[in-house]
């Protein structure tokens, strides 16, 4: 069984802090993984993307990419209350399969 | 960013009867679409995988004669939730794959069904 985990949460942090989101995979083949907000009652919204191990920056986020401990985490630099959303880790395995994590909830407090 | 549309947005029926649910991929062809469906503060659950001018494939424990499934064209994929029961009450929400070997997905706004 493929899985993906993540920490329920709720992860609280001040206003202007940074946020850490951790998530690790089962499957040693996984090719592409994201991270994705949702905020309550809405779909999913792509923040985004990474295929390498290392890091990659975009504006306030940054994923980093662990393939040999299968670990993948989105920093939030500079925390803002608009933040606050539940956010969703996924594994790319192959054959048209992406598996979500249960998502971790954060609070970014004002 | 691709977009995706969901339509109806919301839709509240009576129980036994039929509801469709349109995904649309508007600037991108979709070779791939995707049906999942949350319940309230709990994870998505994938229903089905759709490729165009195929069946659906479905998952484990999702009855195929009760979400109908139909992806007629590159851009349009419909959810038929027949004789929907209270118990089918949920968020619905579609996503599509580009493809060529990209394999984001890009989801729709949802749609959220209420059965009484």
């Known amino acids: 069984q493929k899985e993906v985990e993540q920490n329920s949460g709720p992860l609280s942090v001040p206003e202007g802090a940074i946020a850490s989101l951790n998530c690790t995979y089962s499957d040693r083949g996984s090719q592409s993984f994201f991270w994705y907000r949702q905020y309550s009652g809405k779909s999913p919204e792509l923040i985004m993307f990474i295929y390498s191990n290392g890091d990659k920056e975009d504006g306030r986020f940054t994923a980093q990419l662990n393939k040999a401990s299968q670990y993948v985490s989105l920093l939030i630099r500079d925390s803002q209350p608009s933040d606050s959303a539940t956010y969703l880790c996924?594994?790319?395995?192959?054959?048209?399969?992406?598996?979500f994590g249960a998502g971790t909830r954060l609070f970014v407090k004002a | 960013g691709a977009v995706v549309s969901q339509h109806p947005s919301r839709v509240i029926c009576k129980s036994g009867t039929s509801v469709k649910i349109e995904c649309r991929s508007l600037?991108?062809?979709?070779?791939?679409m995707f049906w999942y469906r949350q319940f309230p503060k709990q994870s998505l659950m994938l229903m089905a995988t759709?490729?165009?001018?195929?069946?659906?494939?479905?998952e484990q424990g999702v009855e195929k004669d009760k979400f109908l499934i139909n992806h007629a064209s590159l851009t349009l994929s419909t959810l038929t939730v027949t004789s929907a029961h209270p118990e089918d009450s949920s968020f619905y929400i579609c996503?599509?794959?580009?493809?060529?070997?990209?394999?984001?997905?890009?989801f729709g706004p949802g749609t959220r069904l209420t059965v009484l």
């Open positions: 759709s490729n165009e001018g195929s069946k659906a494939t479905y």
């Open positions: 996924a594994v790319y395995t192959g054959g048209f399969k992406t598996i």
């Open positions: 996503s599509a794959n580009i493809g060529g070997g990209v394999d984001t997905q890009y």
């Open positions: 600037d991108f062809q979709a070779t791939t």
